[in-house]
């Protein structure tokens, strides 16, 4: 399987919280990030935290980290349609330089 | 300014073709890098310059060709692309290589090889 995997698809009602979740191998890690992919656009990093913080928030958008599940989220408050779009975890390995991303996690919301 | 811009958008090519896509930035970051994504994929790094010298090249073939001309510029001429080379190409930039806490992306430019 793949070294870091999210789910393919999430749908909300706008106005509702969205929590994606992905799962990484590494425990060397150093930083987790989340990226932000419109339909037919580039990457945009939304947000990014370092191994040894459990939580980071950021206006709308909180980041957990369970280092000892290696499980990270990303919860989206009063999700918006403009909030549609593939969202990537990706990880940065302690032994490297480059990230290594999750296949995308597909959030639909519906008015 | 913190934009970076690929050309074209769009771009269609048969197998026999020579090609070049461009990226620019004008932040001063001195690393740049090309990605590619295939549909429902996460992209893939292909190559990376820093301080306009090659750092990284991720075993791409050699019908994929990078080029630094300055610190704002980098090109990829593509040359002999199979069908399977078409895809969304991502270029980014950061400050230093490696920084992906402020990596900043373009838009892509689509690629469709006939």
């Known amino acids: 399987g793949e070294d870091v995997e999210q789910s393919l698809f999430l749908s909300v009602r706008e106005g509702d919280s969205s929590v994606i979740n992905c799962t990484y191998t590494?425990?060397?890690?150093?930083?987790l990030y989340w990226y932000k992919q419109e339909p037919g656009a580039g990457l945009q990093l939304l947000t990014y935290?370092?191994?040894?913080?459990d939580m980071k928030q950021d206006q709308r958008l909180t980041v957990l980290l369970n280092k000892k599940d290696k499980h990270l989220s990303l919860r989206i408050a009063d999700t918006q349609t403009g909030d549609s779009a593939i969202y990537f975890c990706a990880e940065r390995r302690d032994a490297g330089n480059m990230l290594t991303f999750g296949g995308g996690t597909r959030l639909m919301v519906k008015p | 300014d913190t934009e970076v811009t690929q050309t074209p958008k769009h771009l269609v090519m048969g197998m026999t073709n020579k090609k070049s896509l461009k990226c620019e930035q004008h932040m001063g970051h001195r690393a740049m890098y090309w990605y590619k994504q295939k549909a429902k994929k996460p992209p893939e790094l292909m190559f990376v310059y820093s301080y306009e010298k090659l750092s990284i090249n991720e075993s791409v073939p050699s019908r994929f060709s990078p080029e630094c001309p300055n610190s704002s510029l980098l090109n990829l001429h593509l040359h002999a692309l199979q069908p399977e080379d078409s895809a969304l190409y991502l270029c980014a930039s950061s400050q230093d290589y490696p920084d992906y806490n402020e990596q900043f992306f373009g838009p892509g430019t689509r690629l469709t090889v006939l």
């Open positions: 590494d425990s060397s890690s150093t930083y």
């Open positions: 935290i370092f191994s040894n913080m």
